[in-house]
Nanobody, 124 residues
């Protein structure tokens, strides 16, 4: 499975962006799509996860209420809708797939496949 995240860009604080995650060489079926981000000089951190089959979503406290993960079965795409963006949301965003258990859903090591990141820059 090869993943690619795209849709990043430059946006002003308070604005919005939607990131997409595409898979080639495989499908999302049976997996969960995780979203992570890494700001300069910081560790990669968990943002959100959604089960492809539905029925489960989980968000980091820092984005809860502002970000929404979703998926499009017809297009086989995962999305991360990011609203009310803040300067501190600036980072490279990655999508990943895996089958994390509840206790490890925020751990990058729970995800098997990773896409190249897409840069999100939020200006003040």
């Amino acid at each position: 499975v090869q993943l690619q995240a795209y849709g990043g860009g430059l946006v002003q604080a308070g604005g919005y962006l939607r990131l997409s995650c595409a898979s080639s060489g495989g499908t999302f079926s049976g997996y969960a799509i995780g979203w992570f981000r890494q700001a300069p000089g910081k560790e990669r951190e968990f943002v959100a996860v959604i089960r492809w089959s539905g029925g489960f979503e989980y968000y980091a406290d820092s984005v809860k209420g502002r970000f929404t993960a979703s998926r499009d079965f017809a297009r086989s795409l995962g999305y991360l809708q990011m609203n009310s963006l803040k300067v501190e949301d600036t980072a490279v965003y990655y999508c990943a797939v895996g089958r994390p258990i509840s206790s490890s859903r925020t751990a990058p090591t729970s995800y098997y496949y990773w896409g190249q990141g897409t840069l999100v820059t939020v200006s003040s």
